[in-house]
């Protein structure tokens, strides 16, 4: 009984140690879940502006697509860390190195469906 509550004891503190580590690096570690979401999902979001701005001239559509670029992704990238910062942080530090393990998992195997990799 005393080495499985001692394995427990390591296992707890190993955690606390990784949860305390991924929270110093949450916005790094945020920051680089929305831009690999970015990066998976940019060509149906590039797809859907093109077909909304088909019929315009050049000059438009050129300037749509830089304000997406600048605007619209920058946008998307400072709001969408803070929104998976809070995201990750809802389930709790308990569980936060869990969370993080499963969001570079599914990300990762949504970049192999889409064969980014």
């Known amino acids: 009984m005393d080495v499985l509550h001692t394995i427990l004891q390591q296992l707890v503190a190993a955690l606390a140690g990784t949860t305390t580590w991924i929270q110093a690096h949450m916005a790094t570690i945020s920051t680089a879940i929305v831009t690999t979401l970015l990066v998976i999902f940019g060509d149906e979001i590039n797809g859907f502006v093109k077909k909304q701005i088909r019929g315009y001239n050049f000059l438009v559509r050129t300037a749509a697509f830089v304000l997406l670029c600048v605007f619209g992704y920058g946008m998307l990238a ?8 809070s995201l990750l942080l809802y389930f709790g530090s308990g569980y936060l190195p869990l969370t993080v393990i499963a969001a570079f998992v599914v990300m990762g195997m949504l970049a192999e469906r889409k064969r980014y990799m």
Do not use: D, E, F, L
């Open 78 to 85: 400072a709001a969408g860390a803070s929104a998976v910062r």
